[in-house]
């Protein structure tokens, strides 16, 4: 599976869209990218996954470069709520390799 | 009820203390994950088990083993507990659509 890059961190105000980057650069055709998050030591939350087409559900969108070497998860309007930290993992094995991730930090 | 389910919830024990972790699932789902958690740290997988007769090591599996005792059930052992062990433990089960569904989370600490 391939190895993802995120941001350590990113603060994001209350109410703004939340653009959070994904570096997979070696991603190979059949992996898809995956989002979760987790909310303080809860366990992980699905978010949205995708193969080379955008994707949009009620918690957010998913965008995939054309080359499929990036990604971008925006939550449209970020809450408090939304603070967490946020995984991407590139993954066709339905092994996952979570990483680090990028702590999110919503802003009042 | 849960759809993923971890027992216990926390616990605390000594070094060189066998310890299991169970975690159930009520989802149907063939696969199933450990995870270890650390302080500030991501997710690392430890074994995962594709079906019942399939069990395979993960990023860190030394010093853990586990069982897989139906569909429904994967249990995670720690044959003889050591400090950093202590960590948050997650246990994950996948079906067809690639999203995975985490339980609640063991706190383990050895002493």
């Known amino acids: 599976d391939a190895k993802t890059t995120q941001p350590p961190s990113m603060d994001c105000a209350e109410g703004r869209a939340a653009n959070l980057p994904c570096n997979h650069s070696?991603?190979?055709?059949?992996?898809?990218v995956y989002w979760y998050r987790q909310i303080h030591s809860q366990g992980p939350q699905y978010i949205i996954h995708?193969?080379?087409n955008n994707e949009t559900n009620e918690m957010a969108s998913l965008i995939i470069t054309e080359d499929r070497k990036s990604s971008t998860l925006i939550l449209p309007h970020a809450t408090l709520r939304d603070t967490a930290v946020y995984y991407c993992?590139?993954?066709?094995?339905?092994?996952?390799?979570f990483g680090t991730g990028t702590r999110l930090k919503v802003l009042a | 009820d849960a759809d993923v389910t971890q027992t216990p919830r926390n616990r605390i024990t000594k070094t060189g203390k066998r310890i299991m972790l169970e975690c159930s699932q009520t989802?149907?789902?063939?696969?199933m994950y450990w995870y270890r958690q650390d302080p500030g740290l991501g997710l690392r997988l430890i074994y995962y088990s594709f079906d019942v007769k399939d069990i395979n090591k993960g990023e860190i599996s030394d010093g853990y083993s586990v069982s897989r005792q139906a569909q429904a059930k994967f249990s995670l052992s720690l044959e003889s507990a050591i400090p950093n062990q202590t960590a948050l433990y997650f246990c994950?089960?996948?079906?067809?659509?690639?999203?995975?569904?985490f339980g609640p989370g063991t706190r383990l600490t050895v002493l």
């Open positions: 994950a089960t996948n079906g067809r659509g690639g999203e995975q569904f």
């Open positions: 993992i590139a993954s066709g094995t339905y092994k996952y390799i």
């Open positions: 989802k149907g789902h063939d696969r």
């Open positions: 070696t991603i190979s055709g059949n992996e898809y």
């Open positions: 995708g193969l080379k």
